[in-house]
């Protein structure tokens, strides 16, 4: 009986058994691949204080896995984060520290020149999961009203995030710089939250540099996915659900899986933009002021 362990022990080790063969897994691989192509990949350890692994590239996965080797993320307590932001032409960084960090200040320096698309993210975040799913019922039903293709993940920890790619935004918005993307969603985010009611939207996350938690990676220490859900996902919801333990089992369901899009119209997103931040005045007046001087 000496020799016994702890059942919590038992608990975390067979957790961890787990997650190992969760990243080593080919569905789980190129779910998370397709999610971290063409972004900055990053693993922050959120249980111990050692410094965060930004400025990795992941683009195939034997990519991802040397990374994974030559930083011990298996071993750790590491979270998976990808960019907002996407680098179509992110260079490759050394793993020698002190090439990497020259390498960390050219692209620092020169950030603005290799961004090539910046998705939105609206995060519902609350330490009652309860509070954050009702709210996120409700913006939901928003979104779905105005049409707007996006898709809808679990956090991973307390919360849900929605998703519009950049891929998915009106031409009018893809026209403006990515500063002014920046501040419109700032703008949006907060009118958003104050307007509705909403609490749980964290209106403070909106710049170019933000990272978010990968699709499909374990969040510690809940060991819970953060996981895209259906409609019948969320309407179903519940922490089990999104478990290490819920999933394990049927990892082959996780191929092509993917971030499970909604359907809608191209200008969806961009309407609701509008409603809030009176964009649509705003560009209203100046074709009345062209109008005038014509």
Same mark, same amino acid.
Do not use: M, P, W
């Given at each position: 009986m000496d020799n016994e362990q702890p059942q919590e022990e038992q608990e975390i080790q067979e957790f961890e058994r787990m997650k190992t063969a969760w990243y080593q897994s080919e569905p789980v691989?190129?779910?998370?691949?397709?999610?971290?192509?063409? *972004?900055?990949?990053?693993?922050?350890?959120?249980i111990?204080?050692?410094?965060?692994? *930004?400025?990795v590239k992941a683009n195939a996965i034997r990519y991802l896995m040397m990374n994974f080797s030559r930083?011990?993320?298996?071993?750790?307590?590491?979270?998976l984060y990808g960019s907002l932001a996407l680098f179509p032409n992110m260079p490759m960084f050394s793993f020698n520290s002190k090439e990497k960090a020259n390498e960390q200040k050219f692209f620092n320096e020169n950030y603005m020149e290799f961004i090539k698309g910046y998705d939105?993210?609206?995060?519902?975040?609350?330490?009652?999961?309860?509070?954050?799913?009702?709210?996120?019922?409700?913006?939901?039903?928003?979104?779905?009203?105005?049409?707007?293709?996006?898709?809808?993940?679990?956090? $991973?920890?307390? $919360?849900?995030?929605?998703?519009?790619?950049y891929s998915d935004f009106p031409q009018w918005l893809k026209v403006k710089s990515f500063h002014e993307l920046e501040s419109l969603f700032k703008l949006f985010g907060e009118r958003f939250a104050i307007f509705n009611n909403f609490p749980c939207v964290d209106y403070t996350i909106f710049d170019l540099r933000r990272i978010c938690k990968t699709p499909y990676s374990i969040v510690y220490p809940y060991y819970f996915i953060a996981l895209p859900l259906s409609d019948d996902d969320f309407d179903n919801f519940s922490l089990e659900k999104v478990s290490l333990p819920y999933w394990f089992p049927k990892i082959d369901k996780i191929r092509n899986r993917g971030m499970l899009k *909604?359907? $809608?119209?191209i200008d969806g997103f961009g309407n609701l933009i509008k409603q809030y931040t009176k964009e649509v005045e705003k560009v209203n007046a100046t074709n009345v002021s062209t109008n005038k001087s014509a």
């Open positions: 691989q190129f779910e998370i691949i397709k999610n971290l192509q063409f *972004r900055e990949t990053c693993f922050i350890n959120t111990s204080k050692e410094k965060a692994i *930004r400025y930083y011990k993320f298996l071993e750790n307590t590491y979270n939105f993210l609206l995060d519902i975040d609350s330490q009652n999961i309860e509070l954050a799913y009702l709210e996120s019922h409700k913006i939901k039903q928003i979104f779905d009203k105005f049409k707007v293709i996006y898709s809808l993940k679990f956090s $991973g920890k307390k $919360g849900f995030h929605f998703e519009v790619k *909604r359907q $809608g119209d």
